[in-house]
């Protein structure tokens, strides 16, 4: 009898909420929320090296290269939007790298390369340089009079730095909580088994 009602109940659920990516969307979105949260506040204050790492890139970085392409240039495009959001620096060319990252590295990992430690290794480091370029043509922008020795020393490398720093971190913290949705069958059978 409850069986019946709880499968009817199931039938009346529009076929597009029972798709398996809403809940990676809504992990990945809770994710994104804190992280820029965690970026704007916590480590604003903090600044490692004196410069505020930047978590976002690499947070998309670690959602494409986890879930596929697709996921990393929509998170990109949405990410480099809640970052110019809160910077309040205005229009900026980060959608155009978030969505690159987000897009191409998981792209090349799939069709050229494999997807290890090394491959992921030299892509947070192409990032990270892909970054520093955007950094510095926006310091020079919004700041015409300092010299480029300046922005670089005290602005671009400072920022690279503890991005490089933070890369292993939002990595592992982004493949866990992302990790209840690649298990195979017999693993989540056996976590049922448990209780």
């Not at 506040?41 to 392409?69: H, S, Y």
């Not at 602005?155 to 890369?167: D, H, Q, R, S, Y």
Request: charged share 15%; hydrophobic share 60%; net charge positive.
């Amino acid at each position: 009898m409850i069986r019946k009602l709880l499968k009817e109940a199931f039938a009346l659920i529009p076929r597009w909420m029972k798709a398996a990516w809403i809940p990676i969307l809504a992990v990945c979105t809770g994710l994104m929320i804190f992280i820029a949260l965690l970026q704007t506040t916590l480590l604003a204050q903090f600044r490692p090296f004196g410069a505020t790492p930047d978590l976002m890139i690499l947070f998309v970085l670690a959602v494409g290269m986890r879930e596929n392409e697709k996921w990393g240039a929509v998170f990109g495009i949405l990410s480099a939007l809640i970052i110019d959001a809160l910077g309040g620096t205005g229009v900026t060319l980060l959608p155009i790298l978030y969505f690159a990252v987000g897009y191409l590295f998981p792209v090349i990992a799939v069709e050229y390369l494999t997807n290890s430690i090394s491959v992921r290794a030299l892509f947070t480091l192409c990032t990270v340089i892909g970054k520093m370029s955007v950094s510095f043509v926006t310091a020079l922008v919004l700041l015409p009079d300092e010299s480029i020795i300046v922005l670089l020393r005290y602005l671009v490398l400072p920022e690279a730095a503890g991005t490089l720093l933070m890369a292993l971190p939002v990595e592992l913290f982004v493949r866990l909580c992302l990790r209840p949705f690649h298990r195979t069958r017999a693993e989540r059978v056996s976590d049922l088994q448990l209780f």
